[in-house]
């Protein structure tokens, strides 16, 4: 226990380096929205410079109206929340047992999961089209969602895994002496402790699932009202200009419920296995 | 990680909750066979095709693709651009994001909660703006990082136009996009180091460097492949970023695997999907190949240290 | 202490699982009809384009057709990129729309040999006002109309666009038709030498744009050229006199020379090292440089985006070696097609003759993005100063140029047969100036070989599978540039 008061100084110190660093973090996203209410010009003409010189918050009004951002706000939240909610379930589930239990297959599963991560993707969505078409799934959010909360999310799984490897087996054993069966011991003990790999996977879920381009729109061709806001944001760039005001006030606007949402997660991510092995 | 999984202690356990195993496993199984198995399924039988553009004439090549592809220096070299940055990015992010995530996981940091906002917002910003701020913050002639580099009397250097310095560029640029979702993975997996441990150890008088290296560390190790093999993915598939700052060039000196094989499936003035096909799974297999090589040499260099 | 939270945050997500369930069977249930695609015949007729400036002149079209027949269009804008992408997954899940433009990359007579468009009946006005624009191998096969030219050949992406002030005080004349590449040179240098300004802002990073803006100098240089259509890709561009790619040929390495000159005097904006057009567009239009190479429909953008600047813009034609020089396109191909799948026969007939009608060729003036067909009806349009004289420029120096493709529509098979040569001509342009390659004349004899190999053995390809084809189609020994190669002189 050295003095107390030099490590609160530390800690001071520590923050001023960081805020001074994360001010250069964040000035890309401070140019984005002064962006939003500028006119062309002004973005062009005045380089790195944050304060708009006019406030063009019609902008604003063109993102909502012309790219029909109302509707597509609501698309894209349907369609993200039941993706997340989807890849949290299944990956949870599926961590959960490959980190605690030994089964026919299990090595094979983990074998051929972490192996297929490393296949590029970037054609997939050929085959995903052409499978949907096939269910009939083709034209409907439940076969958006279910391509998008499909593919891929290894790394959910693996974070599970990696996290309930590490639980202490007297948590489960005293559940099990409390009487619970295998379901409850998951739903009411594992998946709350969880709840910093939970965040973690629904913010990148949510992110990956509301930025994603070609899935939503191979899967909106013929219904456009069912189209998300990445697709939507198509409206904006053009054969020969690029409506980069326009642009910068429909982004500005979509990345509103992804921070949002990490703010509201935050907490999360600093809570540990061991506050609640106390409680 | 494969091997880090398999070694979890698994609770032994009768018949009646082997069933609830499966169920559990089910899902995903069934939604990673058709939405990644059956796809590098077909891919594989895509690259096996001739297969121009809009898809009616497809005619069975056999191995045509892949003796093209063996031949083709633009794919060798957007692989040797994709290594290189995987090998030069993966690090520092892995190191300055375990730094950032150990100095903000103190709940008693002034301000943490806001400085773990602003180091993840990079994530959000959407990648076509990024190209065009960046391109300020770079600019050879008026751009901030080239008036400090006057300040201190070094010539201006062309970051992005330039294929001396395009790459590294972009791998800064890729490093602060993307720093803030390593951030996040360590700040979960921070979350199963028990608190109690430091407090201890603090009380035992260890200073910060040996209770990182005494206690944090050892509990990290099993998140350190898994974290590793995430950020080496993401940087498989970095693609937005590198075409909308440079598109590949100048003169393909930023032209990653992932935009290469875009160009070839739905860019190309004549596009060919098999063609694209059969890189992407022979990128596939080369990746599958070192990270299987270096997962076995963790393996060893740990059991030897198990051993000693 | 947190354990009542956490039971809310789990019986929340419970009820948003069954929330979002329930949601999505609502939808596939209650869109157009679920996982089937749309049926072939009733529902609005979709149509895909990336033509993002004709807004106003195209919905003008539909309303007509709309008031008179029982029917919408459903119009969906995509970005170039994005297009080809979206035309294949399209294709490969049955949901072609009724009329797409093509962007994937394929030639048309392609098209139709793989029974991907299908032929349109138009009316008798519109087939008698385009008779003498429907070429055999470009518009029409077998006889059959599939599309009608919207876009004049008459055009070219390299005018040169100044801002008048900077131009007069660095002692240029922003009347004159043409600068010469000494005169031009000169006046970059006098604006970069002031220090206030570039002068002039380039797209180095869209090697698309750098190709076109290549061949527009060779062929300003005198390099005459055969073009399959009005569009510029390395496979389609030949020397008329010997039906060889002629990359190399002295026309392109003194372009190539003249763009690189430019460059090495200092005059052009740093940052046009990483600009695409938009972007370089947008800086020049900034006040950041005072001259950029663009095609005509800089007007529309600018009066869209760039609204205050317009007013102090001109124009002239690019620079050539002596300040006289004509460029050549081969004919324009039609924009639009109908999707064979297409269930909406009759009105996209009708559509598509409205598109040959004078009051659609007006409202596509007033866009001022590439030229109608009609030059002549830009006259009459309500446009800006600075579009009326692009368009008188391209009256006086753009030419058509002859086209193998409309003497043997079997070139077209050769050409949907060879595969993309990489570095491609804006690529190599890139290099050169980039600093990558050293000897730019090997560089494009390597091009050249490369293609003609390629060209060599699509050629055995196609004529394996019973096309008859032979070099000599690529031969035209009677043209001059300059003159019209006209449907006459096939």
């Known amino acids: ?279 | 990680m494969a091997a880090t999984i398999a070694h979890a202690p698994g609770p032994p356990r009768g018949r009646r909750v082997s069933r609830w195993v499966y169920v559990f496993v089910l899902p995903t199984l069934v939604l990673f066979g058709m939405y990644t198995i059956w796809p590098s399924v077909s891919s594989i039988f895509y690259s096996m095709l001739e297969w121009r553009g809009l898809g009616v004439d497809r005619t069975f090549t056999g191995l045509a693709n892949y003796e093209r592809a063996f031949s083709d220096p633009l794919f060798w070299g957007s692989v040797r651009v994709t290594v290189l940055v995987i090998v030069v990015t993966v690090p520092i992010r892995l190191a300055a994001a375990l730094l950032l995530a150990i100095m903000l996981n103190n709940p008693r940091l002034p301000l943490a909660r806001l400085l773990r906002t602003a180091f993840f917002i990079p994530v959000v910003a959407t990648t076509a703006i990024v190209g065009i701020v960046m391109g300020f913050v770079l600019d050879p002639s008026s751009g901030p990082v080239n008036a400090a580099l006057e300040l201190v009397g070094m010539p201006a250097v062309d970051f992005l136009g330039s294929s001396d310095t395009a790459l590294s560029s972009v791998m800064v640029v890729h490093v602060w996009k993307w720093l803030g979702i390593t951030m996040i993975y360590w700040l979960a997996a921070l979350q199963t180091v028990p608190v109690d441990l430091y407090e201890a150890a603090a009380i035992d008088g260890a200073g910060a460097w040996r209770r990182f290296t005494h206690i944090t560390m050892p509990l990290l190790v099993p998140f350190v492949v898994i974290i590793g093999m995430l950020t080496v993915v993401e940087t498989m598939q970095i693609f937005d970023l590198v075409l909308t700052m440079t598109g590949g060039g100048p003169f393909f000196s930023t032209l990653v695997t992932e935009v290469y094989i875009y160009q070839q499936a739905f860019a190309a003035s004549n596009p060919n999907l098999g063609y694209a096909a059969a890189l992407g799974v022979l990128f596939g297999v080369f990746t599958v190949l070192v990270v299987g090589v270096m997962l076995l040499l963790v393996r060893l260099v740990r059991g030897k240290g198990a051993d000693a | 202490m947190h354990t009542p939270s956490r039971r809310m945050v789990l019986g929340g997500s419970a009820a948003a699982v069954l929330a979002a369930l329930a949601a999505c069977s609502r939808s596939s249930t209650s869109g157009s009809s679920g996982s089937t695609p749309p049926p072939a015949s009733g529902g609005a007729l979709q149509w895909w384009d990336h033509f993002e400036p004709l807004e106003g002149a195209l919905q003008g079209i539909f309303d007509t057709w709309s008031s008179g027949a029982d029917g919408e269009v459903e119009r969906t804008v995509y970005n170039p990129n994005e297009m080809g992408q979206a035309l294949q997954l399209a294709l490969g899940s049955d949901q072609m729309p009724d009329v797409f433009s093509n962007l994937t990359g394929i030639p048309t007579p392609a098209l139709v040999a793989r029974g991907l468009i299908s032929p349109v009946t138009l009316g008798a006005d519109a087939q008698a006002s385009t008779s003498a624009s429907l070429f055999e191998g470009v518009h029409t096969f077998d006889g059959d109309v599939y599309s009608v030219p919207i876009f004049s050949h008459q055009q070219h992406s390299t005018l040169a666009w100044f801002d008048v002030e900077q131009l007069e005080r660095a002692g240029g004349d922003p009347e004159a038709a043409t600068q010469t590449w000494d005169e031009f040179r000169r006046i970059l240098r006098e604006i970069g030498a002031g220090g206030q300004t570039a002068g002039w802002a380039w797209n180095i990073a869209f090697d698309g744009r750098l190709q076109e803006q290549l061949v527009d100098l060779a062929q300003g240089a005198g390099q005459a050229l055969a073009l399959n259509t009005a569009g510029v890709n390395p496979a389609d561009i030949t020397d008329p006199s010997t039906g060889e790619y002629v990359f190399h040929g002295e026309g392109f390495l003194q372009a190539l020379e003249f763009l690189q000159s430019l460059v090495t005097d200092g005059a052009m904006l740093p940052a046009s090292t990483s600009l695409d057009a938009r972007e370089a567009r947008a800086r020049w239009a900034a006040g950041e440089a005072a001259v950029f190479f663009d095609g005509p429909w800089n007007s529309g953008v600018l009066a869209g985006q760039f609204a205050d600047f317009l007013p102090r813009v001109g124009v002239t034609n690019m620079p050539t070696p002596d300040g006289a020089g004509y460029s050549a396109r081969g004919p324009s191909s039609g924009q639009f097609w109908q999707s064979s799948t297409s269930g909406h026969g009759e009105g996209v007939s009708a559509l598509f003759s409205l598109l040959a009608t004078p009051e659609f060729a007006q409202a596509l003036a007033g866009n001022m993005d590439q030229p109608p067909a009609d030059l002549s009806v830009v006259a009459g349009a309500d446009v800006d100063p600075t579009y009326s004289r692009a368009i008188e420029i391209f009256s006086d120096w753009c030419r058509l140029a002859p086209s193998p493709l409309v003497r043997n529509p079997g070139v077209g098979a050769v050409i949907a047969e060879m595969e993309e040569i990489r570095p491609n001509l804006g690529e190599i342009v890139q290099g050169c100036v980039g600093g990558d390659i050293d000897d730019p004349q090997t560089a494009l004899k390597t091009f050249s070989d490369a293609l003609a190999a390629e060209r060599d053995r699509a050629i055995d390809v196609v004529v394996a599978a019973g096309t008859e084809v032979s070099l000599d189609d690529w031969v035209f020994t009677d043209y001059e540039l300059g003159t019209d190669y006209s449907a006459d002189r096939y």
């Open chain 1, 1 to 279: 226990m050295r003095a107390p008061v030099s490590r609160r100084t530390l800690r001071w110190l520590q923050t001023i380096v960081l805020s001074a660093v994360a001010l250069a973090w964040i000035y890309p996203l401070l140019w984005i929205l002064s962006a939003s209410v500028k006119d062309a010009t002004g973005i062009f003409g005045s380089g790195l410079s944050l304060w708009p010189e006019s406030w063009q918050w019609e902008n604003y009004s063109r993102a909502w109206d012309e790219a029909g951002f109302a509707r597509y706000m609501v698309n894209s939240v349907l369609v993200t929340v039941g993706t997340v909610v989807i890849v949290v379930v299944r990956c949870a589930a599926a961590g959960y047992v490959i980190a605690r239990y030994r089964f026919v297959g299990r090595r094979l599963i983990v074998g051929v999961l972490a192996a297929t991560m490393f296949i590029p993707t970037g054609l997939f969505v050929v085959p995903v089209v052409e499978l949907s078409d096939v269910l009939g799934l083709l034209n409907s959010h439940l076969g958006l969602i279910l391509a998008l909360a499909g593919g891929g999310h290894v790394a959910a799984v693996l974070l599970y895994a990696g996290f309930y490897a590490k639980v202490p087996k007297e948590l489960e054993e005293a559940a099990v002496v409390d009487g619970a069966g295998f379901l409850r011991t998951f739903l009411r003990i594992m998946l709350p402790l969880s709840g910093p790999i939970t965040a973690t996977v629904v913010v990148l879920t949510f992110l990956a699932t509301w930025n994603n381009f070609f899935l939503p729109l191979v899967f909106t061709f013929s219904t456009p009202q069912n189209r998300t806001l990445a697709v939507g944001m198509l409206a904006f760039q053009g054969t020969n200009s690029t409506d980069w005001s326009g642009l910068a006030a429909a982004a500005s606007l979509s990345l509103l419920p992804i921070l949002a949402l990490f703010l509201v997660l935050q907490r999360y991510f600093v809570e540990g296995i061991a506050g609640a092995v106390k409680s």
